[in-house]
DNA sequence: GACTATGTATAACC
DNA sequence: GGTTATACATAGTC
């Protein structure tokens, strides 16, 4: 019977090398399996980063990556628009002032990037570009389509209702419509698409590109 | 004494709102806590973005979120620009022009355009915003997305086959297994994005991005 | 890479 | 939000 076990209480960086790049693996998979888990259980959307001291990337996401991430972007794109319009005269808009050159080529290239990301995402929504896919985005993407094809379904008979029944009936059809669409409601465009349309300061085109 | 216990091995979402709610709060915590302990134990860096069933984001890293993210995305540029199928010549590019103001704008014009085709795509792809589309288009779209699967499918027995390799294919196994996508089609969008691409690469994307 | 003693996280209860 | 019984993660050893 050996005396294993593991006594540290301390969190501090392990010394030596070998033990530090094997604890890396292991903690690393626990933390990636927690994380999905969680995701599951709580019905949750979880992305993680993780680079070893050995610059190695690792990365896990209950949806895809870029989804999480691009979400990310919406969500402090907003919290950026509130912070920087803070001011009491808030509602009165500025001139759209014209960006520097500076700026619109930072949007374009955080375009760039996002049309890369969303282009990954069609395809492998295609069943193309599935390279470097692990078993369990599979099983995720399989699983997202699925539920894709279940809404066109659901959709398709709506249109064909649609069309063998009176116009009286066209507002019920279009609610139910409606609440086809549950998770994303806000599916227009990206943060940076809009961060174009509304022409915003440089100050805030530097948040954005704080990616 | 009660019976207080985490008895239940199944992964499932939890069914009931509030307690999954609470469950959430104690998860994240839990998976914040043990990312911060792994980082300093491994001397990693990690980051986590944690999207709540009801939309609210909460983020953990260890040296900042931005640091990481920028990381990221160097290396998945360097991955897209690594399996890209270069020309020779490509290598020795133009020392990038300078665009002026109202090309750069067209540029971004186009890639948002560009953006939000891509981002109705993807929806439609997800069995969203179907609005609109006559129903000879959502057959369409549903032969599309069977064929997705199929190729699903069959890289998902590929994958599996590959997990039962013999050891020698162990580490890119791992790999594969920690969700590493080791490497990245690079699909330029299209020929318009390509043209930026070139365009901006050195000047914009490397140095105003750090991608 | 497997084992296991111990530490840690957490789900159900208060 | 605190407690606790149990499940889970992991550090050290082989």
């Given at each position: 019977m050996v005396?294993t076990c593991?006594?540290r209480?301390?969190i501090?960086?392990?010394?030596h ?6 604890t ?5 998979k626990?933390?990636f399996?927690?994380?999905?888990k969680?995701s599951?259980r ?19 996401s ?15 794109k ?6 920087v ?8 808009q500025?001139e759209?002032?014209?960006l520097?050159?500076?700026?619109l080529?930072?949007?374009a290239?955080v375009?760039?990037?996002e ?9 492998r929504?295609k ?8 078993l ?9 389509i ?5 809404s066109?379904e659901?959709?398709k ?7 063998q029944q009176?116009?009286y ?10 609440n086809?669409s ?6 227009s ?14 100050q ?5 590109l704080?990616l």
């Amino acid at each position: 019977m050996v005396m294993t076990c593991p006594r540290r209480t301390k969190i501090e960086k392990i010394e030596h090398l070998s033990s530090r790049q094997v604890t890396f693996s292991k903690r690393r998979k626990g933390l990636f399996n927690k994380a999905g888990k969680f995701s599951v259980r709580c019905g949750a959307e979880i992305a993680v980063i993780v680079f070893s001291n050995t610059k190695k990337m690792y990365q896990f996401s209950s949806p895809s990556m870029e989804h999480i991430l691009s979400r990310r972007n919406r969500v402090m794109k907003e919290r950026a628009g509130g912070s920087v319009m803070e001011s009491p005269e808030k509602k009165s808009q500025h001139e759209a002032p014209s960006l520097s050159s500076d700026s619109l080529s930072a949007i374009a290239a955080v375009l760039q990037e996002e049309n890369r990301a969303l282009n990954l995402d069609g395809s492998r929504l295609k069943g193309l570009e599935l390279d470097g896919m692990s078993l369990r985005e599979l099983n995720e993407l399989e699983k997202q389509i699925r539920e894709g094809i279940e809404s066109i379904e659901k959709r398709k008979i709506d249109v064909e209702n649609y069309y063998q029944q009176p116009v009286y009936m066209l507002e019920d059809s279009d609610r139910l419509d409606g609440n086809t669409s549950n998770f994303f409601s806000g599916t227009s465009s990206s943060a940076i698409s809009d961060c174009i349309e509304s022409e915003l300061s440089k100050q805030f085109v530097d948040t954005c590109l704080h990616l």
